[in-house]
């Protein structure tokens, strides 16, 4: 009979060991990072609050601002004269140099004046001829009045003497018109300045003939003292400019084109009599004295007459002003430094400063940049407020 081989132990006891230890150590492992996850959720907040929109600020104060309309002007000048010769004759001497101030009444040119003293001297000697011829007339018709009385002469020879009288009367009248004409004539040979003025480019040469038909002329004078300027201002300006013409001499000021120098303080001398139909603008003139010269005909300057002051204004930066589509407003930091869009009514602007009409009072802080990452109730950090008056650095 043959033996059969005892059967084998099951091996599951073995496998079951291992699977426990793998377990063992997974959870060893796991318990350490369970207990730190567990740690740090006790440590973190429940919430964070986003953190502060760092900004600039300012603080709404109080000045006097002046309101302004504005506009590009031209240097004009009252008077441009272009000096010519009245006679004809040769230019014996210049008397001026180019670019010269002068003085009514200067003398400019010298045209040879002799041919005009010899005329001079013909009339006169003319008239003197003349009043001598009209003296013995008077003399004979005074002798033919008295032999008329006693009836030796004829009234026929009587009134024929009293005619050649009155004949060489009117022409010792008409001889000194003649000498005075001479006389004038030879006076026009000094070409004196008729205006005071700077004189421009020479445009005769010494020892040119001259003639009083002549269309260039000898030179140009420009007065300079005083001298206007012209500018244009928007129509919607108009009532307030002419407020400010009944109020008195209204203040007009000029600066160079790009504002950078201050030229000129003058007044408002004429406002035109219609609006331009085309541009919707109306001309302004204003007179400045000028002694300096800051002045010059032809140049562009810009030019600004005063309308108004508005005393004590609440103002601040134009910066800080936002514009949306329901209006202008801005940012206001209150309490915990939190800032709110507040709505607020401009007034005029005075350079980097507006006016505010409602909406801010003075001392508010408001927000001068940094707008555009703010919302309502965004905190904000800043370094300090700049002082009450900032927003009203003077600015013309």
């Known amino acids: 009979m043959v033996s059969q081989a005892a059967p084998q132990p099951a091996p599951a006891p073995r496998r079951t060991r291992r699977l426990v230890l793998t377990i063992v150590v997974a959870l060893a492992a796991l ?7 567990q740690r740090s959720k006790a440590k973190a907040p429940a919430s964070t609050p986003p953190p502060a929109v760092p900004v600039s600020v300012g603080q709404a104060g109080r000045r006097d601002v002046p309101e302004w309309a504005r506009g590009l002007g031209t240097v004009q000048a009252l008077n441009v004269v272009t000096v010519k010769s009245r006679v004809d004759g040769q230019l014996d001497r210049i008397a001026f140099v180019e670019g ?8 400019l040119a010298q045209i040879d004046p002799r041919p005009f003293q010899v005329a001079l001297a013909q009339a006169e000697a003319n008239q003197r001829k003349d009043d001598a011829q009209r003296a013995n007339a008077q003399t004979d018709l005074k002798r033919y009045a008295e032999l008329a009385k006693m ?3 004829p009234a026929q020879q009587l009134d024929a003497q009293q005619a050649q009288a009155q004949s060489l009367l009117a022409t010792v009248a008409a001889d000194r018109s003649a000498a005075d004409n001479a006389r004038l004539q030879l006076g026009f040979t000094r070409i004196v300045a008729p205006i005071s003025g700077r004189v421009g480019q020479r445009l005769v040469d010494q020892g040119s003939q001259v003639h009083a038909s002549d269309t260039t002329g000898l030179v140009t004078i420009t007065q300079l003292e005083p001298i206007t300027v012209t500018f244009l201002v928007p129509q919607d300006a108009l009532p307030a400019v002419m407020r400010a013409g009944r109020a008195g001499a209204a203040r007009v000021e000029v600066d ?13 001398v004429y406002v035109d009599s219609q609006v331009d139909p085309a ?5 302004l003139k204003a007179q400045f004295a000028n002694a300096d010269h800051a002045l010059w005909p032809g140049e562009l300057v810009s030019a600004r007459l005063l309308l108004q002051v508005h005393p004590q204004a609440v103002v601040v930066p134009a910066q800080a002003v936002q514009r949306d589509q329901n209006g202008a407003y801005l940012y206001v930091v209150g309490a915990g ?3 709110q869009p507040r709505p607020v009514r401009l007034g005029p602007a005075d350079g980097g400063t507006q006016v505010i009409e409602s909406g801010v009072s003075a001392g508010d802080t408001v927000v001068l940049d ?15 407020a700049a002082a009450a008056d900032s927003a009203g650095a003077a600015a013309p």
């Open 337 to 339: 430094r939190t800032a």
């Open 100 to 107: 010269q101030m002068v003085k009514a009444g200067d003398l």
């Open 256 to 268: 160079t084109r790009d504002g950078r120098l201050h030229l000129a303080d003058g007044t408002l």
């Open 31 to 37: 318990v350490p990072a369970l207990f730190y996850v």
């Open 279 to 283: 541009s919707g603008q109306i001309l």
């Open 370 to 384: 940094g707008q555009s990452r703010l919302t309502a109730g965004s905190r904000v950090s800043f370094a300090a």
């Open 151 to 153: 009836q030796v002469v």
